[in-house]
């Protein structure tokens, strides 16, 4: 199915809009204002790191249940829903008087952001034809980097000119003003190979989410695609001490991190066109590679540029899994549920990255240093890819479409 270009360009620039808005959710964006959250509210580092843990696992499981709208309701009014809500995360940041406010708002924005926004996004850029959803995806996730490069620098401007409250009811406005606005008018012009329209027979038999659970294949699969959340979290949370044990300062060590997007937008792109040739299935299983070289090279070699190289490999990792993952959920499972599919997944990310920085700390606490930490990450990974190797990543129908075939048969 030959797909207009224009259709493929604006549903890329929904899906791009939608990835970049999710930045108002993330990690590294609500991190930029903790020094003055503290502040304000007299709270300590692990004050603050347990509010927006309890946040993030609310926010973790109300997305399995929200996510999964996407595939019952209209574009539209999903769309509308969750600009709304984050814009109103975002004003809510800007009220906040308690701790207990604090975990609404770290809430709100997680679910909306982090959660939500990107999900919208990645979602419909992979419900174009299989010819062109690799490309879409890879093309629609830049959303992701872009965030990472253009609202720190702009966010902590904006902080030190008008204020940090000040600054959540700006972004606020610009969700609803720009963003919001324009995903609607982007909407009009998308016209997807929607679940409806689908004549092929994965689509045709799609698996639901309870099915999806019940397949001993995505608990062999499931390993594999939720560790780089838990250990790349960890990483960067803990990245200060890591630095340290590997005798660079912080400056030095986190300047790597212009690697970390560089890459991940590159190999991105690249992975994209390279799932429309091949597939998400073939390509996923190696997508760990590069994060497990990464930490193998930061145990066993200390140089100027380990930063960047270390960087660039857990980017490329990031890069390669978000089209490839992408496919290989709708390769399995088909597109009927994949919203609820997806919302599954996402959520069991999310936990992931509550449950790495924690695992870490513990770990470090109890006296285990970081070269091992890193060599335990890396057999683990090897582990996890070997059990992916291993696991059948073609389609077959759901176990009620095979009852009916083999019913069929008999009669």
């Given at each position: 199915m ?22 108002f ?28 843990f ?8 109300t997305?399995?249940?929200l996510?999964?709208l996407?595939?019952?309701?209209s ?5 509308g ?22 975990i609404?708002s770290?809430?709100?924005l997680?679910?909306?952001?982090q959660?939500l926004?990107?999900?919208t996004?990645v ?10 959803r690799?490309?879409c995806v ?32 700006f ?13 609607q008018?982007?909407i009009g ?39 780089p ?36 937008v ?7 066109v ?5 597939s ?96 335990g990450s ?6 996890v890819?070997?059990?992916l ?9 759901p ?11 008999n009669?």
């Amino acid at each position: 199915m030959k797909l207009p270009e224009k259709t493929l360009a604006t549903t890329v620039v929904f899906g791009f809009l939608m990835t970049l808005s999710s930045g108002f959710g993330q990690t590294f964006f609500i991190s930029l204002f903790n020094p003055q959250l503290r502040q304000t509210f007299a709270l300590s580092h692990g004050d603050i790191g347990g509010l927006y843990f309890l946040g993030t696992l609310l926010s973790a499981v109300t997305v399995i249940w929200l996510g999964k709208l996407i595939d019952h309701l209209s574009l539209r009014l999903y769309t509308g829903l969750v600009t709304i809500g984050l814009a109103i995360a975002c004003f809510s940041m800007s009220v906040v008087n308690s701790a207990l406010t604090l975990i609404l708002s770290f809430f709100l924005l997680r679910l909306f952001g982090q959660g939500l926004s990107g999900h919208t996004g990645v979602t419909t850029a992979s419900r174009v034809a299989a010819g062109y959803r690799g490309r879409c995806v890879s093309l629609s996730s830049l959303g992701f980097s872009t965030a990472e490069i253009v609202l720190p620098l702009t966010t902590l401007l904006l902080i030190s000119h008008v204020g940090w409250r000040q600054t959540w009811q700006f972004y606020a406005f610009i969700e609803i003003l720009l963003i919001a606005c324009v995903a609607q008018l982007l909407i009009g012009k998308i016209e997807l190979k929607n679940k409806k329209s689908v004549s092929t027979d994965i689509d045709n038999h799609s698996w639901n989410r309870l099915q999806v659970i019940r397949d001993k294949r995505f608990w062999q699969i499931a390993p594999a695609l939720f560790t780089p959340p838990i250990i790349s979290t960890a990483l960067f949370f803990h990245q200060q001490s890591l630095a340290s044990s590997k005798g660079y300062t912080l400056t030095q060590w986190a300047a790597g991190i212009a690697a970390y997007s560089m890459a991940a937008v590159l190999t991105s792109l690249t992975t994209g066109v390279l799932v429309d040739r091949f597939s998400g299935a073939k390509l996923v299983r190696l997508y760990l590679l590069p994060f497990t070289l990464a930490v193998g090279i930061a145990v066993w070699f200390t140089f100027p540029g380990l930063p960047l190289v270390y960087y660039a490999l857990v980017g490329a990792t990031v890069g390669i899994g978000t089209p490839s993952v992408s496919a290989l959920w709708l390769e399995l499972y088909g597109a009927s549920h994949i919203g609820a599919i997806r919302a599954l997944t996402h959520a069991c990310m999310v936990f992931g990255t509550a449950l790495g920085p924690a695992l870490f700390g513990y770990l470090l606490d109890a006296g285990v240093n970081w070269d091992n930490l890193l060599i335990g990450s890396a057999v683990w990974m090897v582990a996890v890819t070997v059990l992916l190797m291993r696991t059948d990543l073609t389609y077959i129908p759901p176990p009620s479409v095979e009852k009916q075939n083999a019913a069929s048969i008999n009669s």
